[in-house]
């Protein structure tokens, strides 16, 4: 289900630091324009008590256009765009990324379709340009399952930067909860829990992305690398990456897709 309009403002105040929070405050109170939002509404309150006085003050789209209007003003533009822009659908998302590929990949796509047996029919998609495929997919499975079936073809065919952008598009457009997600809400990194700690063997590279993320800090980082064999850095690395909640479950899949990518291909397959 797409996201409501205050889901949308709640995630993008939620995304702001508390400096940034501060000043977007601080310009709420200080516009000009009618209606003024008084001060004891807003001042010392969470981030949803402000999204919720945002929508009552305004309308729904004056809301946005208000919240965009402030957060370019203090120069945040990244959460100003990705606010004003709206969600793509899964048809969009879907159509998007199978029209980037190559006609050698396309091929492929529609190969590893096919073989997976699971509904879709040759005659359905063999010689179908790219819209083609993306309408048998969302009739033949869900719009959430016709995405995630397409991520796993397009790892499977090594096309990892697609898939990565077609999650990336999902999350923004409310269709995937997480990165690692899956349909019954557990995350890649605890499904495979076992198969990651006997399995990775990148964890140096893989502790100096997380120490730059600031997902560990430096006495973890040296603890963790001092240990032996890899196995075990890897048993008390998923410990601290998991006390950092999805957030930091998610950033340690990506880097563990950049690090360790056939291993984690191999796993998806799962």
Same mark, same amino acid.
């Given at each position: 289900?797409?996201?409501?309009?205050k889901?949308?403002?709640?995630?993008?105040?939620e995304?702001?630091?508390?400096?940034?929070?501060d000043?977007?405050?601080?310009q709420?109170?200080d516009?000009?324009?009618?209606?003024?939002?008084?001060?004891?509404?807003v001042?010392?309150?969470?981030?949803?008590?402000v999204?919720?006085?945002?929508v009552?003050?305004?309308t729904?789209?004056?809301?946005?256009?208000?919240?965009?209007?402030?957060?370019?003003?203090?120069?945040?533009?990244?959460?100003?765009?990705?606010?004003?822009?709206?969600?793509?659908?899964a048809?969009?998302?879907?159509?998007n990324k199978?029209?980037?590929?190559?006609?050698?990949n396309?091929?492929?796509?529609?190969?590893e379709?096919?073989?997976?047996?699971?509904g879709v029919?040759t005659s359905?998609?063999?010689?179908?340009d790219?819209?083609?495929i993306?309408?048998? &997919?969302?009739?033949? =499975?869900?719009?959430? +399952? /016709?995405?995630?079936? #397409?991520?796993?073809? *397009?790892?499977?065919?090594?096309?990892?930067q697609?898939?990565?952008?077609?999650?990336?598009?999902?999350e923004?457009?409310?269709?995937?909860?997480?990165?690692?997600?899956?349909s019954?809400?557990?995350?890649?990194?605890?499904?495979h829990r076992?198969?990651?700690?006997q399995?990775?063997?990148a964890v140096?590279?893989?502790?100096?992305?997380?120490?730059?993320?600031?997902?560990?800090?430096?006495?973890?980082?040296?603890?963790?690398?001092?240990?032996?064999?890899?196995?075990?850095? &890897?048993?008390?690395? =998923?410990?601290?990456? +998991? /006390?950092?909640?999805? #957030?930091?479950?998610? *950033?340690?899949?990506?880097i563990?897709?950049?690090?360790q990518?056939?291993?984690?291909?191999?796993?998806?397959?799962k």
């Open positions: 289900m797409p996201r409501s309009v889901q949308l403002l709640a995630e993008t105040l995304d702001l630091s508390k400096d940034n929070l000043k977007f405050i601080f709420l109170l516009r000009r324009e009618e209606p003024r939002v008084r001060r004891c509404r001042e010392g309150k969470s981030r949803l008590e999204v919720d006085v945002l009552s003050t305004f729904e789209d004056q809301a946005v256009d208000v919240t965009v209007e402030i957060l370019r003003s203090i120069s945040c533009k990244q959460q100003a765009e990705r606010l004003k822009m709206p969600p793509k659908t048809k969009k998302i879907l159509s199978l029209e980037d590929l190559s006609g050698d396309l091929k492929k796509f529609r190969t379709l096919l073989d997976r047996k699971d029919r359905q998609v063999e010689g179908k790219f819209m083609e993306s309408d048998v &997919m969302i009739n033949v =499975y869900s719009e959430k +399952k /016709a995405l995630k079936v #397409a991520e796993e073809i *397009l790892r499977e065919i090594r096309c990892n697609a898939a990565d952008d077609l999650v990336a598009e999902a923004q457009a409310g269709l995937f909860s997480s990165a690692g997600g899956s019954d809400g557990e995350h890649f990194v605890d499904r076992t198969d990651l700690i399995r990775v063997t140096p590279a893989v502790l100096d992305k997380l120490l730059k993320a600031k997902v560990i800090q430096d006495e973890t980082y040296d603890e963790i690398l001092a240990l032996r064999p890899s196995q075990v850095q &890897m048993r008390t690395l =998923y410990k601290y990456v +998991k /006390a950092g909640g999805p #957030a930091a479950k998610d *950033l340690f899949l990506k563990l897709k950049e690090e990518s056939f291993l984690i291909d191999d796993l998806m397959k």
